[in-house]
């Protein structure tokens, strides 16, 4: 299992759904190469409009930092996602015959729109913890997923995906906002921030996000 840091790991072990989320039937037909394109194209779609929001919200983390060094964090996650991520989902779609234009007039999903609305919310309402915790659970579920997805043996059919989130760059990526999350909290919170009652709050949004990812594999596999 990889680790992101203390606050990941517990809010992770915290999280009912957290094993629904990275050993979904999504998950294992990218490894066994049994996902139909049909629906992994359909969930690249539905995906490209979540990291326009994922971005936005990332980019409210900026304005919610207290230092320097938050504001860099978050403004390096803005940049992959942008730069990086964003750029692996039209060049994936392209080669299926999904041209950009036809990938940026997709139409947004419910279950699309619950999970970047709630992501955003968290952040509008909240502070730099709130919006963190809502987040995590994509960044370092990925991550974990990707991670554990290229240790493994698997299908070449989804291989480039599995090398994006299971690759150096991006798994450097969660570890720097593992280590961003347990920083801010330290910074607001103390050393002893997982004592505190505002860990468990925390933890229940960290949570919240983990169903609603469930749900967007669900999404996936229902074109």
């Known amino acids: 299992m990889t680790s992101y ?54 980019g409210l983390a900026i304005a919610k930092s207290d230092t320097l060094a938050e504001m860099q964090a978050a403004a390096a996650t803005v940049h992959t996602l942008l730069h990086h991520e964003m750029a692996l989902h039209v ?8 041209d950009k234009s036809l990938l940026e007039a997709t139409q947004e999903r419910a279950e699309n729109m619950a999970y970047t609305r709630f992501v955003l919310e968290a952040g509008y309402s ?6 963190l915790a809502a987040l995590a659970p994509c960044v ?44 801010a909290l330290t910074h607001r919170l103390g050393d002893g921030f997982a004592k505190l009652p505002r860990f468990g709050q925390l933890s229940q949004t960290f949570s919240k996000a983990t169903t609603l990812e469930v749900g967007f594999w669900d999404m996936g596999l229902a074109p």
Do not use: K, N
Not at 17 to 33: I, K, M, N, P, S
Not at 91 to 98: D, F, H, S, V, Y
């Open 5 to 58: 840091g203390a606050a990941f790991q517990a809010w992770r072990d915290a999280a009912p759904d957290w094993r629904a989320y990275t050993d979904h039937a999504f998950v294992q037909g990218l490894q066994e190469g049994t996902l139909p394109e049909a629906a992994f194209l359909h969930y690249l779609r539905q995906d490209y409009v979540f990291l326009m929001h994922f971005s936005r919200a990332w």
């Open 140 to 183: 370092l579920g990925y991550g974990e997923i990707g991670a554990g997805l290229a240790a493994r043996d698997h299908a070449p059919t989804y291989a480039d995906w599995i090398a994006t989130y299971g690759g150096p760059e991006y798994q450097q990526v969660c570890q720097e906002t593992g280590a961003l999350i347990d920083a």
């Open 91 to 98: 060049e994936l779609c392209a080669a299926a015959g999904i």
């Open 126 to 131: 909240g502070d730099l913890l709130d919006l």
